[in-house]
């Protein structure tokens, strides 16, 4: 179905470790560069090689893999268009675009050689994840690293005297082993095959290593139960006898031969000789971890945040639940918080100043694991924790350090730039993003995220259930004033995103019922906005928001718009309390009277797609709007999804941007010296040249659609925005700096052009 068109989306023939270059006249000092958020993607797994401490933690979602690097001091991302075969860089995901790495593992005995288990197939890299190979041999096999069993560790294994040797447990396929670097793989006949979560993998470190391998392997099938192998995985012994589990979070074998395997009901453990034993901890154990320098010293935790410490073998545990504090000396600040009072209880209160107080933070945990000099790292929600001394108080407060940067991988759903201020995203999770200056602090992070610093969950989750930010607007009369729609409400802020307060919706309807699938706000003065969520009728407040009234209007709402990111309302960025609204049935909509009534001005209208249709009104330019019909995160070539606008108050539309489709978003800037027409922004596929990428117009003519388009490269003239080829779904021009603009990717944060 996708066939040559596909293949020609985004590179003519190149490199496989690099990504299309432009011409020459393209490459300038300017470049693509980070928006820093400081963290954000569930890190379901962490592996760590003890004998040089070398790091490696995968994620859910693009970009999915990090390796730690310590000159750097920091994360540095493993998948990219620099780095990955270019037939999973044109059409990396098909019809899915969120796609994390589903397992990955270090070779301890060759730590510059990583595998990885990735879009449905398996790779190599021999240059610690610098480029990767496809192991083409390897079996058909589907995987989803996003799924809910995505953190059950581990399901790979790479030898620990042996690089050449690999064990995969795939879902359905069954026990996969490679004994020549992945060349070719054999099925594992004896060792059932786990139709869903796959099977864990560990080797017994203390076990012989005669003819060049490990002796002792052990494979947890999901469902099944547990075998083990004293021959490298020849053959294997069914560990069939009392108190056996038959299915794994995360399966350890520990320095004394212990084999650890935690289930998310209880603790077993196997050793030769004695059998398994049950652990009396019952909280739901996920994450297990045994100190490399004593084995008298383990860590768990439940799923929801609780850790426990044991100092004798696990015959006794603390729990580690009230005290734990958190600190963020080269992390973002926000990492340190964590939910006090509960989210409706918080009030929506401005973020806490230094010092949270004990007993504040919980994590979402993936999984644990100890370096040689027993500091313990946790994978979680929004990135990675390290305790340098978690057993030197083991009854009294253990200290996590924040130890997640580099690891921008933040679902976001949009970003503005609004006039006087600086970018403002929003995401999943954690809603909102006001950006510092980066003119003049490249390097900072956001001081806070809102619309409020506290959680929607019961102590001690550390996450948001079901917490989106889906759009954000500034005032078209004062520019200082935003809106905000999250799944938990609306909010308005009239300090520039500093602070926000929840819509008091006091009187009338309330256009909030259902937005946890999405909803979009349009905002003409710091009184007048109208809204349109899933599932409701649209609404309108002339008095801020204390008295919303539904808006006499004969177009269609939208039923249901999952995990939505459009924007079908917006407000005219001149003329005030006049706005535009788009009816997927009939056409488009004007109204002049601050919402109160949408007349029907044009039965012009396109297909949809789902997630990106985005109509914005152009700043000094009365009557001015621009459309998307919103097919972008869909990443091989949709010729129908065009980009429109129209100059008469949405009567007439033109579109004569035929050399581009797929469109993402689109944003405006300056009026640059010369010019008479703001700056477009456009992330989108470019027919001529098949190269999907941010490209701006500076001398566009609204009444022919001519222009002309520069594609805005890296520093080497590539196109990627930092080897980002996640779908993009946000762009917003600097309203001051002529080039100037910041993105947002469906997983991978921000970015920004510089």
Known sequence: MMGAAAAALFLPDVSQSRLLRGSAAAVSASTWNTLLVGGGGFMRGIDIVQSNNTLLVRSDTYPALWLFNNSQNKWLPLISAYSMPRAFVTNPFGA?????????????????????????????????????????????VTFDANASDANKNYKMAVDPVNDTICFVGTPGTGLQKTSNSGTSWTTDRTVPSAATQGIAIAFDPTSPTTGGFTEGVFACSNGHGVFHS???GTTWTFLNTANMPTT??????????????????????????????????????????????????????????????????????TVREISTTVTTANDAAWMGWGPTQGWKAAGYAPPPTAGYSPGSYGISMGAFAFDS????????????LKSTSPFATPSSAITWQSFSRGTEALDTTYIIHPPGGNPIGTAWDLPIWNFPNYSSNPSAYPAYYGPTTDFNGPMPNYGINGVRGWNIEYASGTTSFLTAITSVGGFWSSDGGVSWTIFANSSGVNPFTNVLNGG?????????????????????????????????????????????????????????????????T?????????????????????????????AKCVPGNPGHIFWATGFGEIPYPIPGDQLFWSTNSAVTWSSALHDFNTIND??????VSGQSYPTIYLAAYRVSTGIFGVYKCINFNPATGSGTWTLMTNADGTNYPEGWFAPIVGVAGDPAVDGRCSISFINGGFKRYV
């Open 520 to 584: 979009c706000i349009a905002s003409s003065t710091t009184t007048n906005h109208v809204v349109m969520c899933s599932s409701t009728s649209p609404a309108y407040t002339t008095d801020n928001g204390n008295t919303w009234t539904s808006c006499t209007y004969a177009g269609r709402g939208f039923s249901n718009f999952p995990f939505d990111n459009s924007i079908f309302v917006c407000a005219d960025r001149v003329t005030a309390n006049k706005f535009y609204m788009y009816s997927t």
């Open 96 to 140: 899915k675009p969120v796609v994390g790495v589903w397992e990955a593992r270090i070779c301890p005995s060759l730590t510059t050689k990583l595998y990885m288990m990735y879009c449905n197939a398996a790779f190599v890299s021999t240059n610690s994840g610098g480029t990767w190979t496809q192991l083409t041999n390897f079996p058909s």
């Open 666 to 671: 689109f944003g405006f800037g300056t009026v």
């Open 230 to 232: 004293t021959d490298g």
């Open 586 to 614: 009939d056409g488009w909509y004007s109204s002049t009277n601050s919402g109160a009534t949408f007349t029907k001005i044009s039965s012009f209208k396109a297909r949809i797609g789902t997630g990106l249709s985005r």
């Open 373 to 384: 000099s027993s500091n313990l790292y946790a994978s979680h929600g929004f990135g990675i």
């Open 248 to 317: 794994f979070y995360q399966m350890i074998v520990d320095q004394n031969g212990k084999l650890w395997i935690t289930d998310g009901s209880h603790i077993t453990t196997w050793t030769s000789g004695k059998g398994w034993s049950v652990n009396s901890l019952s909280d739901n154990p996920g994450p297990i971890a045994v100190d490399p320098n004593n084995a008298s010293n383990v860590a768990t935790s439940s799923s929801q945040g609780r850790t426990y410490l044991s100092t004798d073998g696990g015959s006794s545990w």
